[in-house]
């Protein structure tokens, strides 16, 4: 199975501020990437797939970039709605994996 | 639009079973796999696998293979996932989730809990 390791593990930031989060697959995914946005209580949430295509309805604050075995997913202009736990999914091999996530507070 | 509505929370004894059901509504039901996910706290998110929503066909993370059991009736378009010889570390939620590749929509996720 492909390993999907996600840094850091949790993450204080303020508002407005410009935050990343880091996933490294355990071999090439081909862009294969995708990001979720999981608020407490809620289901996951789509965010961007293909490793940079934003999924539909999703501010374009958000952004994903990456290629081969390293991609990252940044947050412009952090506002108060975006605390939240982030996923990565590798989607180019079975089983598909997920990163272990990012929790994402308010400083 | 795109709803996936999953079944309520489960209170299972060890070595019972549980079915869950997910009702998709607001597309063509055939026209997209079903795919099953658990989240626990430790462990984090898992991949179970998917069923073809038209022919039935199914594929297993193989850690999954003898414990869930996916099916589909296409007359009511709903997918269901059986969970069989439940142990604690069968205890998660779980969502279905409308597969591309990646998951688009997702039901609310259905909590099972394995007690004694």
């Known amino acids: 199975d492909i390993q999907m390791t996600q840094s850091p593990a949790s993450l204080s930031a303020s508002l407005g501020e410009t935050v990343t989060i880091e996933c490294r697959a355990s071999?090439?995914?081909?862009?294969?990437l995708a990001w979720y946005q999981q608020k407490p209580g809620n289901s996951p949430q789509l965010l961007i797939y293909d490793a940079n295509s934003l999924a539909d309805g999703v501010p374009s604050r958000f952004s994903g970039s990456g290629s081969g075995t390293q991609y990252s997913l940044k947050i412009n202009s952090l506002q108060s709605e975006d605390v939240a736990s982030y996923f990565c999914q590798q989607y180019n091999n079975y089983p598909y994996t997920f990163g272990a996530g990012t929790k994402l507070e308010l400083k | 639009q795109v709803q996936l509505q999953q079944s309520g929370a489960e209170l299972a004894k060890p070595g019972s079973s549980v079915k869950i059901s997910c009702k998709a509504s607001g597309y063509t039901f055939t026209s997209y796999y079903i795919s099953w996910i658990k989240q626990t706290t430790g462990q984090g998110l898992e991949y179970i696998g998917y069923?073809?929503?038209?022919?039935?066909?199914?594929n297993y993370n193989e850690k999954f293979k003898g414990k869930a059991t996916l099916t589909v009736d296409k007359s009511s378009s709903t997918a269901f996932m059986q969970l069989s010889s439940l142990t604690p570390d069968d205890s998660a939620v779980y969502y279905c989730a409308r597969r591309v590749h990646w998951f688009a929509y997702w039901g609310q996720g259905t909590l099972v809990t394995v007690s004694s």
């Open positions: 069923i073809n929503t038209g022919s039935g066909g199914t």
């Open positions: 071999e090439d995914i081909y862009s294969n």
